[in-house]
C-alpha cells in the first residue's frame, strides 16, 4: 500500500485526505499547529454525502516527524509555494510522486524542483469546502478532480507512467472522488483560468460577489472581454480551446448561486491572495508567447496595488 | 460691449465669471437655487491673488429670466450636457458664441447643436478651485486657460473668427486670466485626458490619492502604461503627440501636492462622475479610428459598474 502525505491539512487537504483515509488508504497529514489537536480529537469532515470522523489520525505539526511518503499531495495555497521545498524535502524518497492540487499555472513548478521531472501529476480540483475549526473541515459541494502530468515550464518533462496515474486513480476512486483523466494539463489550468482571472480579479478590485458582476452590463461585459483575453492568451501557448467555451463559463456563472470567489475571501480576510499563481504566471506565459494580454495586465498591476496599499496599511 | 452669460455658476463659472464681471464686463449668472442669495449678498471669491465681493451681481434662477447674451460660457459639469440645449435656446441670438470650459473630448458637441457649426470655442482650463457656499467661491490655484476652435465631431465645422477670439481673449487677459490660443483643440484635449483618464479612473476605482497611486510601482506602471494607451488612441485619431509627453506628465504628476481626482471627489460626494466625456467619448473616437484601447476599456468598464453599483445602494 503506497503512503501518502497531505501538505496543508485545510479546506481541500483535509477534505481529500480525510476521505482517502476513511477509504483505508495511509495517509499522513501536515496540520501544523492544529496536529495536536487533531491527534486528541481526530479529523471531522462534515459532508453534504455525509459527516464522518476519523478519530486515529496520523498528524504532524513539522514534515520532520513524518514517515517517507510515495504520494505527496501539494493542497497548500499557492502562495506558500515558495516554502514547499523545505516542507517536501524531509519527506521524498527517491520513487516519490507529487500530486498538486493548487489553482493556477505552473503551480507545479516548485514540486517538480524537489521531486523532479516526469514526476508530478496537477489537478484541477472543482470543490465547495471551508476549514471551519482545527482538524473540521465542512464540504458543501462538488470534489470531482480533472488530473494530467504537469511537463514543466518548457513542456518538455516527461509524463508520469500510467500506472501511477492508475493507482493514484483507484485510491482517489475508492475513496469517492471522482477523476476524469487529461492528456493535456496545461489545456485544463487554461480553462479553469478563464473563470478566475475574471471573478477573482473584478470581485476583488469591485469589491462584488459574482451575482452582481453578472447583473450589470459594464461588469458583465468586462468578465467576459477579461475572458476573451484568457482565451488568446490559452491559445498564443498553443492551446486549443474553443470560442464557446466563453459562453459556457457565462451561462455557468449565470446559473452559480452568489458566490464570493476564494480570492475575494482571502482579500477581505486579510489573507495572502494567490495573484502569483492565477495572474503573474499566466501573464508571463501570454507575454512571453508574444501576446500582450492587456485587459489580464490591468487586472494583475491593480491587484498588486491593492495587495501592496493593505500591507502598509 | 458684449455680454457674457455664465451657464453653471460653481467652482469655474464663478470664478470665471466673477473675474470678467470685476474686470467690468457685462456678465449674467445662471445659479439656479443660489440666485436669490447671490442677488441679496453678492458673490464672493476668495483667492490666491487677492479676495473680493461683487456686490452687485446679475443672478437668474432660469435661463428664461436671461437677457439674449454674445458669449456663453458652459461652466457646468458635463454630465449636466443633455440638458445643455434647454439651458442655452433661451438666451441665444443668431450671433451668439458659446466657449465651453469643460473637461474631455467632444464636450462641446451639445453647444454645438445650439448655437450652431463655427461658433463653438473650446477651453482646457488649468484651475484648482471650489464652490464653498453658494454663491461663494475659493479659489485655490492656476487658472490658465488653452482655448481653441471647436471643429465638429467630423473635424469639419470652420472656426471661429480671429476677431471673436480676440474680443474674447482681451477681455480674458483685461480679467486677469491668460488664455494661450491653439490652432488644434482637439489635441490639447487629448494631451490633457492622458492625465485625466489614468488618474480619475484609477483614483476613483483603487480608491486612493494621486500620490498613493504614483508611490506603488504597480499602479505607477498602470498609469503610465494607461497613458501611453492614450496617447496611441490620440494618434489613431491623427493627434501627432510626442512620447516625451508621457514623462513631462509623470514627472509632473511625481511634483504635484497629494491630489484628490476631480472625478474621486465627485464619486465620494455621490455625485454624477464625467465618464462620458472623460472616458466614453475618447474611447468611442480611439476605436471608430481603429484602435481598441484596451486599458482606457477597462477602466471606463470598471467605472461604469462602480456607478451603476453606487446608483443602486
Same mark, same amino acid.
Request: glycine share 8%; charged share 20%; net charge negative.
Given at each position: 500500500?503506497?503512503?501518502?502525505?497531505?501538505?496543508?491539512?485545510?479546506?481541500?487537504?483535509?477534505?481529500?485526505?480525510?476521505?482517502?483515509?476513511?477509504?483505508?488508504?495511509?495517509? &499522513?497529514?501536515?496540520?501544523?499547529?492544529?496536529?495536536?489537536?487533531?491527534?486528541?480529537?481526530?479529523?471531522?469532515?462534515?459532508?453534504?454525502?455525509?459527516?464522518?470522523?476519523?478519530?486515529?489520525?496520523?498528524?504532524?505539526?513539522?514534515?520532520?516527524?513524518?514517515?517517507?511518503?510515495?504520494?505527496?499531495?501539494?493542497?497548500?495555497?499557492?502562495?506558500?509555494?515558495?516554502?514547499?521545498?523545505?516542507?517536501?524535502?524531509?519527506?521524498?524518497?527517491?520513487?516519490?510522486? /507529487?500530486?498538486?492540487?493548487?489553482?493556477?499555472?505552473?503551480?507545479?513548478? =516548485?514540486?517538480? /524542483?524537489?521531486?523532479?521531472?516526469?514526476?508530478?501529476?496537477?489537478?484541477?480540483?472543482?470543490?465547495?469546502?471551508?476549514?471551519?475549526?482545527?482538524?473540521?473541515?465542512?464540504?458543501?459541494?462538488?470534489?470531482?478532480?480533472?488530473?494530467?502530468?504537469?511537463?514543466?515550464?518548457?513542456?518538455?518533462?516527461?509524463? !508520469?507512467?500510467?500506472? !501511477?496515474?492508475?493507482?493514484?486513480?483507484?485510491?482517489?476512486?475508492?475513496?469517492? !472522488?471522482?477523476?476524469?483523466?487529461?492528456? =493535456?494539463?496545461?489545456?485544463?489550468?487554461?480553462?479553469?483560468?478563464?473563470?478566475?482571472?475574471?471573478?477573482?480579479?473584478?470581485?476583488?478590485?469591485?469589491?462584488?460577489?459574482?451575482?452582481?458582476?453578472?447583473? &450589470?452590463?459594464?461588469?458583465?461585459?468586462? /468578465?467576459?472581454?477579461?475572458?476573451?483575453?484568457?482565451?488568446?492568451?490559452?491559445?498564443?501557448?498553443?492551446?486549443?480551446?474553443?470560442?464557446?467555451?466563453?459562453?459556457?463559463?457565462?451561462?455557468?456563472?449565470?446559473?452559480?448561486?452568489?458566490?464570493?470567489?476564494?480570492?475575494?475571501?482571502?482579500?477581505?480576510?486579510?489573507?495572502?491572495?494567490?495573484?502569483?499563481?492565477?495572474?503573474?504566471?499566466?501573464?508571463?506565459?501570454?507575454?512571453?508567447?508574444?501576446?500582450?494580454?492587456?485587459?489580464?495586465?490591468?487586472?494583475?498591476?491593480?491587484?498588486?496595488?491593492?495587495? /501592496?496599499?493593505?500591507?502598509?496599511?
Amino acid at each position: 500500500m503506497k503512503r501518502y502525505a497531505i501538505i496543508g491539512t485545510g479546506a481541500l487537504g483535509g477534505y481529500y485526505g480525510g476521505l482517502l483515509a476513511r477509504a483505508g488508504c495511509d495517509v &499522513h497529514f501536515l496540520m501544523r499547529s492544529d496536529a495536536l489537536h487533531a491527534r486528541q480529537h481526530g479529523l471531522q469532515v462534515d459532508s453534504k454525502n455525509g459527516d464522518f470522523l476519523l478519530s486515529n489520525v496520523h498528524a504532524y505539526a513539522t514534515p520532520d516527524e513524518m514517515p517517507p511518503c510515495d504520494f505527496i499531495i501539494v493542497a497548500l495555497k499557492s502562495t506558500q509555494n515558495a516554502s514547499l521545498a523545505s516542507l517536501i524535502s524531509p519527506i521524498i524518497h527517491s520513487e516519490s510522486y /507529487a500530486i498538486v492540487l493548487q489553482n493556477g499555472l505552473h503551480v507545479e513548478a =516548485n514540486a517538480e /524542483a524537489v521531486v523532479g521531472k516526469g514526476r508530478v501529476l496537477g489537478g484541477c480540483c472543482f470543490l465547495c469546502s471551508n476549514k471551519i475549526g482545527p482538524g473540521h473541515i465542512r464540504h458543501l459541494d462538488y470534489g470531482n478532480i480533472l488530473m494530467g502530468s504537469y511537463r514543466g515550464l518548457d513542456g518538455r518533462s516527461s509524463a !508520469v507512467p500510467d500506472s !501511477v496515474f492508475d493507482e493514484v486513480s483507484k485510491d482517489f476512486s475508492k475513496a469517492g !472522488v471522482p477523476i476524469e483523466a487529461t492528456d =493535456n494539463l496545461q489545456k485544463a489550468r487554461w480553462k479553469k483560468l478563464m473563470w478566475n482571472i475574471p471573478f477573482n480579479g473584478l470581485s476583488v478590485i469591485l469589491n462584488a460577489a459574482t451575482d452582481e458582476l453578472m447583473k &450589470h452590463p459594464a461588469s458583465r461585459g468586462l /468578465a467576459e472581454a477579461t475572458m476573451r483575453d484568457v482565451l488568446r492568451s490559452a491559445r498564443a501557448c498553443g492551446e486549443d480551446i474553443s470560442d464557446e467555451h466563453v459562453d459556457t463559463m457565462m451561462d455557468h456563472t449565470d446559473r452559480m448561486v452568489p458566490y464570493d470567489s476564494s480570492m475575494r475571501l482571502d482579500y477581505l480576510a486579510g489573507r495572502p491572495m494567490e495573484i502569483d499563481a492565477i495572474f503573474t504566471n499566466p501573464l508571463r506565459a501570454a507575454q512571453d508567447a508574444g501576446f500582450a494580454a492587456p485587459m489580464i495586465d490591468v487586472l494583475h498591476r491593480q491587484l498588486r496595488f491593492l495587495e /501592496a496599499k493593505r500591507t502598509q496599511s
